[in-house]
């Protein structure tokens, strides 16, 4: 399903889900460990009584060990695997942060807008790990089209094949069109099950994609151009955490880097033709 996401979204970090398990499971090792020896000191305050009441306690308590182990078991199994899970979490967005940083460097001291969206796509393959990325730009046409203008990883002339748009129609209902259409954040979740992306399924999962995110770009009057794609290996690859830093590169992208340069260029063809100008006028008189 494509999604468009939270705005402000709430985000519990990976270092708090973390200390919380680490805590959770010190709690119920303590309360295992109150229990059992509340049960030692009922088998030694039964020890004294008749056979057959000594009988049954040991039976009760012996039900009452066995639960307690379990609890033990089930907590150290559950905390070990969301342990891991966060610890996963926590590399990834590592390797989000060294790609967003690596980004925002890319963008100081450019002059050509092609190689800088080189660059932001090779960076995001290279160092977030993610298997392709692409920037498109909307065209006007009556189509609507999709241009694609820079990408890196696993392409394989996905984008040939993808006839992507911006228009309200099957083809513009995936991440990339929603993305430009809305202004907003768009994701699939999963190629393997989400129905919109119909028209793309077969390709993508040839090409090993399972997670797609599309990123609006918007000049200076907040008018979208056009998006930042990236697509990952793993399904519901897309944190939080990791989103929100994307937003953010891509806003500086889109501000700090395409648009300065675009009007940079303007600025230096304005004086260029300004140099010209009295040279032409000199040479008609």
Same mark, same amino acid.
């Given at each position: 399903?494509?999604?468009?996401?939270?705005?402000?979204?709430?985000?519990?970090?990976?270092?708090?889900?973390?200390?919380?398990?680490?805590?959770?499971?010190?709690?119920?090792?303590?309360?295992?460990?109150?229990?059992?020896?509340?049960?030692?000191?009922?088998?030694?305050?039964?020890?004294?009584?008749?056979?057959?009441?000594?009988?049954?306690?040991?039976?009760?308590?012996?039900? =009452?060990?066995?639960?307690?182990?379990?609890?033990?078991?089930?907590? =150290?199994?559950?905390?070990?695997?969301?342990?891991?899970?966060?610890?996963?979490?926590?590399?990834?967005?590592?390797?989000?942060?060294?790609?967003?940083?690596?980004?925002?460097?890319?963008?100081?001291?450019?002059?050509?807008?092609?190689?800088?969206?080189?660059?932001?796509?090779?960076?995001?393959?290279?160092?977030?790990?993610?298997?392709?990325?692409?920037?498109?730009?909307?065209?006007?046409?009556?189509?609507?089209?999709?241009?694609?203008?820079?990408?890196?990883?696993?392409?394989?002339?996905?984008?040939?094949?993808?006839?992507?748009?911006?228009?309200?129609?099957?083809?513009?209902?995936?991440?990339?069109?929603?993305?430009?259409?809305?202004?907003?954040?768009?994701?699939?979740?999963?190629?393997?099950?989400?129905?919109?992306?119909?028209?793309?399924?077969?390709?993508? =999962?040839?090409?090993?994609?399972?997670?797609?995110?599309?990123?609006?770009?918007?000049?200076?009057?907040?008018?979208?151009?056009?998006?930042?794609?990236?697509?990952?290996?793993?399904?519901?690859?897309?944190?939080?955490?990791?989103?929100?830093?994307?937003?953010?590169?891509?806003?500086?992208?889109?501000?700090?880097?395409?648009?300065?340069?675009?009007?940079?260029?303007?600025?230096?063809?304005?004086?260029?033709?300004?140099?010209?100008?009295?040279?032409?006028?000199?040479?008609?008189?």
């Amino acid at each position: 399903m494509i999604t468009t996401l939270e705005k402000t979204p709430r985000i519990a970090t990976v270092s708090r889900m973390t200390r919380f398990h680490y805590l959770w499971f010190a709690l119920i090792v303590l309360l295992a460990g109150f229990v059992l020896a509340s049960l030692i000191v009922l088998w030694l305050i039964q020890k004294n009584t008749d056979p057959t009441r000594q009988n049954q306690s040991l039976w009760f308590i012996e039900l =009452l060990c066995l639960a307690v182990v379990i609890a033990i078991a089930y907590s =150290l199994v559950y905390t070990m695997w969301r342990l891991k899970v966060a610890e996963a979490a926590l590399r990834r967005f590592d390797r989000e942060m060294r790609a967003t940083s690596r980004c925002s460097r890319a963008m100081v001291g450019l002059k050509d807008e092609q190689t800088l969206l080189n660059d932001i796509c090779r960076v995001l393959c290279d160092e977030a790990g993610y298997r392709m990325a692409w920037v498109g730009y909307a065209e006007n046409d009556d189509a609507k089209t999709v241009l694609p203008v820079a990408w890196a990883g696993s392409e394989d002339e996905y984008l040939a094949k993808a006839n992507i748009t911006w228009a309200d129609t099957e083809r513009g209902r995936g991440p990339t069109g929603t993305a430009i259409r809305n202004g907003e954040s768009a994701y699939t979740r999963d190629f393997k099950t989400d129905r919109q992306i119909d028209a793309w399924r077969e390709n993508a =999962l040839q090409r090993g994609y399972r997670s797609s995110i599309a990123l609006p770009l918007r000049d200076e009057s907040a008018r979208t151009f056009g998006a930042l794609t990236i697509y990952s290996a793993e399904p519901n690859a897309f944190t939080a955490e990791g989103v929100r830093l994307m937003e953010e590169m891509a806003g500086d992208l889109a501000s700090f880097g395409i648009t300065s340069l675009r009007a940079r260029t303007e600025r230096n063809l304005a004086a260029q033709s300004q140099q010209l100008t009295p040279s032409t006028t000199m040479e008609t008189s």
